[in-house]
């Protein structure tokens, strides 16, 4: 078990990471919240603890400054942006990702440009990261259940009926959004320490299309869903070797019939054979957003703004 | 200052031909396309691959090629992705988001396979395919490349806008965008009709490809990315759905980024334009001219 954590410890790290970032993007996904915003605050986790460490400060100061900078912005745009819904919201925070990316090229002399900032010394290792994921694991799967379960799916399936049996649907998606930036910022820090390198191109389409790719595969509403997608996306590869250049391509089909075809991801594939298995007609299907009756275009209109 | 002007107006054509493919989908059909800037690049590594296998193929007869090429690529798209997914949707935010989710990846694959046609380098169409010529109009230069675009984009936008308006597609396409259901009750053929739409957008996208690497002189795989953020915010501008304030917002947005990048460099460009985004979204998440959605096209 030791050897094999050893020899493949570089892999190992590249999924935690993505596994943080698709949980990033998960806990805003679970309180009907479609933000990228993760991803911003990813880039400047990993820049800003990069800086402050090459500035000389200790590790736990530089860790905890960023964090809480990192959360005090993801209040900020959380107050900004939440008002935007769906593909407005979606947008609005991919503008973000992007404007971090040319705002990382453009400032050269503390980002090193486009070749990117390295010798930092690094922070954390495999294992604190290890550690790290199975928190963040441990909190998702705890809001899962029970009284902040059903909350949640209340949120994502009908935010008006949410409304209506008392929940705070605008302060619940902000927690959400803040939550989901400070997940991404603690994978930024991880990143830049795990790597040595963080260039601009680190935030930026490839970074959400593997994280999407990761969420989608493991399973989107599921607790589990980010580390078996993080776990098969990094040994994929391994298995792929053969395709090569091609497996960009391999990953965007694969995602797609996913997709399509199984919305609730891997896990889900998992659990319904669970529940064959025992033998009884419960179904265990994760909770997906059903919603009862589609919103007509119209409707999405007025919808663009709470 | 004047020698800015035919930059400005040749990437306003560009936008132009971009948005008005992103905007017939979204605004009409609520299908945001998020591979529709692969799309783009798509037609430019295309055309540049043919290049190579037919030399000295002239631009008239690639123009046609990449339009009706990338018109069913995208209709493709439209028949194997998004139709499934919509047909087996939960409901429209939950269509929305994996119709968006399958779009990135759609595109990162088309991406891919543009980076190893072109061996992830930047291209340039061959000289025999326009030759390009400058002449003065007013002192400016001025070259036949720009002229070209700005006719194309004249001509498609108006084309379009009588397709929509006019045409008894057009208006059977507006009347799915009201009520997807209540369309199909009248006897409209939904399924056709949106394929229809994503190719005409496909083809619109596979004009301005080509035309943007033969005006920029070069490409690359990547050409789409941001480009369809900018087209995203010009929608937005415009309002969701609004062909006329599509045209005219892409000539705003070309006439900001020609200037601020002629005076202040491009760095900056870039971030005051995503800047400029995230402000609007927050001021007027619907547009500046809101429209029911009767109204839309």
């Known amino acids: 078990m030791i050897d094999l954590f050893a020899a493949n410890e570089g892999v190992i790290a590249g999924a935690l990471v993505f596994a943080l970032l698709a949980y990033s993007l998960q806990v805003a996904l679970r309180a009907g919240v479609f933000s990228f915003a993760g991803f911003?605050?990813?880039?400047?986790?990993?820049?800003?603890?990069?800086?402050?460490?090459?500035?000389?400060?200790?590790?736990?100061?530089?860790?905890?400054?960023?964090?809480?900078?990192?959360?005090?912005?993801?209040?900020?745009?959380?107050?900004?942006?939440?008002?935007?819904?769906?593909?407005?919201?979606?947008?609005?925070?991919?503008?973000?990702?992007?404007?971090?990316?040319?705002?990382?090229?453009?400032?050269?002399?503390?980002?090193?440009?486009?070749?990117?900032?390295?010798?930092?010394?690094?922070?954390?290792?495999t294992l604190t990261t290890l550690v790290v994921t199975a928190a963040v694991l441990v909190g998702v799967l705890l809001t899962q259940r029970g009284r902040p379960g059903r909350r949640l799916l209340a949120l994502r399936t009908d935010e008006a009926l949410a409304e209506a049996m008392g929940i705070d649907v605008r302060r619940r998606q902000r927690v959400a959004f803040v939550?989901?930036?400070?997940?991404?910022?603690?994978?930024?820090?991880?990143?830049?320490?795990?790597?040595?390198?963080?260039?601009?191109?680190?935030?930026?389409?490839?970074?959400?299309?593997?994280?999407?790719?990761?969420?989608?595969?493991?399973?989107?509403?599921?607790?589990?869903?980010?580390?078996?997608?993080?776990?098969?996306?990094?040994?994929?590869?391994?298995?792929?070797?053969?395709?090569?250049?091609?497996?960009?391509?391999?990953?965007?089909?694969?995602?797609?019939?996913?997709?399509?075809?199984?919305?609730?991801?891997?896990?889900?594939?998992?659990?319904?054979?669970?529940?064959?298995?025992?033998?009884?007609?419960?179904?265990?299907?994760?909770?997906?957003?059903?919603?009862?009756?589609?919103?007509?275009?119209?409707?999405?209109?007025?919808?663009?703004?709470? | 200052m004047l020698g800015q002007l035919p930059n400005a107006v040749a990437l306003a054509s560009v936008y132009t031909l971009f948005t008005l493919g992103l905007t017939l989908c979204w605004g009409v059909l609520n299908v945001l396309n998020l591979a529709h800037g692969a799309l783009f690049a798509a037609s430019a590594f295309l055309a540049y691959r043919l290049t190579q296998v037919v030399p000295g193929i002239p631009l008239w007869a690639l123009?046609?090629?990449?339009?009706?090429?990338?018109?069913?690529?995208?209709?493709?798209?439209?028949?194997?992705?998004?139709?499934?997914?919509?047909?087996?949707?939960?409901?429209?935010?939950?269509?929305?988001?994996?119709?968006?989710?399958?779009?990135?990846?759609?595109?990162?694959?088309i991406t891919t396979v543009g980076a190893i046609l072109t061996e992830h380098q930047p291209f340039a169409l061959p000289r025999e395919a326009l030759e390009v010529t400058t002449f003065d109009v007013l002192g400016a230069p001025v070259t036949n490349v720009q002229v070209l675009l700005l006719v194309a984009a004249v001509v498609l936008a108006c084309g379009l806008l009588g397709y929509v308006r006019y045409t008894r597609d057009g208006r059977a396409l507006r009347a799915v965008a009201v009520d997807r259901r209540a369309a199909r009750l009248m006897g409209i053929p939904v399924r056709r009709l949106e394929v229809q739409a994503l190719a005409l957008s496909g083809a619109l996208a596979g004009v301005a490809g080509l035309f943007f690497a033969l005006y920029l002189g070069a490409g690359d795989a990547h050409m789409g990315d941001t480009l369809l953020l900018?087209?995203?915010?010009?929608?937005?501008?415009?309002?969701v759905g609004s062909l006329g304030g599509a045209v005219v917002f892409a000539f705003v947005l070309a006439f900001v980024e020609a200037y601020v990048g002629y005076y202040a460099g491009a760095d900056l460009r870039d971030v005051a334009a995503f800047a400029l985004i995230i402000v609007m979204l927050l001021v007027r998440p619907t547009g500046l001219f809101p429209r029911a959605i009767g109204q839309r096209a």
């Not at chain 1, 503008?95 to 971090?100: F, G, I, M, P, R």
């Open chain 1, 40 to 125: 911003a605050a990813y880039g400047i986790g990993a820049y800003g603890s990069g800086f402050l460490l090459l500035e000389g400060w200790n590790e736990v100061g530089a860790i905890l400054v960023v964090l809480v900078g990192v959360a005090l912005l993801g209040w900020l745009f959380a107050v900004l942006l939440t008002r935007l819904k769906s593909l407005y919201l979606a947008m609005a925070t991919l503008a973000l990702v992007l404007l971090v990316q040319s705002a990382a090229l453009a400032a050269e002399p503390v980002t090193g440009g486009a070749l990117g900032m390295y010798g930092v010394p690094p922070v954390v290792d």
């Open chain 1, 179 to 306: 939550w989901s930036t400070v997940l991404g910022g603690i994978a930024g820090i991880c990143q830049l320490s795990l790597v040595g390198v963080f260039t601009p191109e680190d935030v930026g389409f490839p970074v959400i299309v593997t994280t999407l790719t990761v969420l989608v595969l493991g399973g989107t509403w599921h607790w589990a869903g980010p580390i078996v997608g993080a776990v098969l996306t990094a040994f994929l590869p391994f298995w792929l070797a053969a395709v090569g250049d091609w497996r960009p391509v391999v990953e965007a089909l694969v995602t797609v019939l996913v997709v399509i075809f199984l919305p609730g991801g891997l896990v889900s594939l998992v659990q319904r054979g669970g529940g064959a298995l025992r033998g009884r007609g419960r179904r265990s299907k994760p909770p997906e957003p059903v919603e009862p009756a589609a919103v007509t275009p119209a409707e999405m209109r007025t919808e663009a703004v709470r």
């Open chain 2, 63 to 109: 123009l046609p090629i990449m339009a009706v090429g990338i018109g069913l690529l995208s209709a493709l798209v439209q028949v194997l992705v998004f139709a499934p997914i919509r047909a087996r949707g939960a409901g429209e935010h939950d269509v929305e988001m994996r119709t968006l989710i399958a779009g990135v990846t759609v595109a990162a694959a």
């Open chain 2, 230 to 239: 900018k087209a995203f915010a010009i929608v937005i501008l415009a309002g």
